[in-house]
């Protein structure tokens, strides 16, 4: 049982948007704007696309955008391309510890 | 490049310890904070410890508080996780994962490709 709730799968067709949800609680996400984004593709290691919320790491592209509204957290993924077909992971600061969500699967259609 | 390299990990049954290290190269290994995680097979991610750059200081995950442990030589560029009293519920691959700078909370830019551990009789 993860901290954070997130929905097991999403989909959307190329060129199009798909949000995905991450849910927490008033010890973290609602607590702190420490939530980050990883993108993990099939047997790779997670890399960083999102961090305090709504930042870019240098070099992840703008279509990749993260907001948060009281303890929800969600990434939009706008411009879909075949690229971007990975495990999404949503994690938030909570006091000396992360705590992360089950992960999403997106499914470029 | 940074580069970190994880190893140390394998089969071992039920009760028993490993310890898992963490090669890293590329950077000034001694400037950053350093963190665990791990993925159970077919599951999400999960923190386990981070510690500090200096070493002196380290946070541990309550799942795992007790069994695990985390150390550096920053010497060596070397970061180690000492686990005892495996249980079947540890199986997953490790990762170390070096901590974003100048970002709150704990982030993690940099990681290793992971190294499994399967606990198993």
């Known amino acids: 049982q993860s901290a954070l709730t997130q929905p097991p799968s999403a989909s959307g067709s190329p060129g199009q948007s798909v949000t995905i949800s991450c849910t927490g609680t008033s010890s973290d996400v609602g607590n702190y704007n420490y939530v980050s984004w990883y993108q993990q593709h099939p047997g790779k290691a997670p890399k960083l696309i999102i961090y305090?919320?709504?930042k870019r790491p240098s070099g992840v592209p703008d279509r990749f955008s993260g907001s948060k509204s009281g303890n929800t957290a969600s990434l939009t993924v706008t411009g879909l391309q075949a690229g971007d077909e990975a495990d999404y992971h949503c994690?938030?600061?909570?006091?000396?510890?992360?705590?992360f969500g089950g992960g999403t699967k997106l499914t470029v259609l | 490049q940074v580069q970190l390299v994880e190893s140390g990990g394998g089969v071992v049954q039920p009760g028993t310890s490993l310890r898992l290290s963490c090669a890293a190269s590329?950077?000034?290994?001694?400037?950053?904070?350093i963190h665990w995680v791990r993925q159970a097979p077919g599951k999400g991610l999960e923190w386990l410890a981070t510690i500090s750059y200096v070493g002196n200081n380290q946070h541990i995950a309550d799942s795992v508080k007790g069994r695990f442990t985390m150390s550096r030589d920053n010497s060596k560029n070397m970061l180690y996780l000492q686990m005892n009293t495996l249980r079947a519920e540890d199986t997953a691959v490790y990762y170390c994962a070096k901590d974003f700078p100048r970002a709150g909370g704990y982030n993690f830019d940099y990681w290793g490709q992971g190294t499994l551990v399967t606990v198993s009789s």
């Open positions: 994690s938030s600061y909570a006091g000396d510890k992360e705590v």
């Open positions: 590329g950077l000034s290994f001694y400037s950053f904070d």
């Open positions: 305090e919320v709504d």
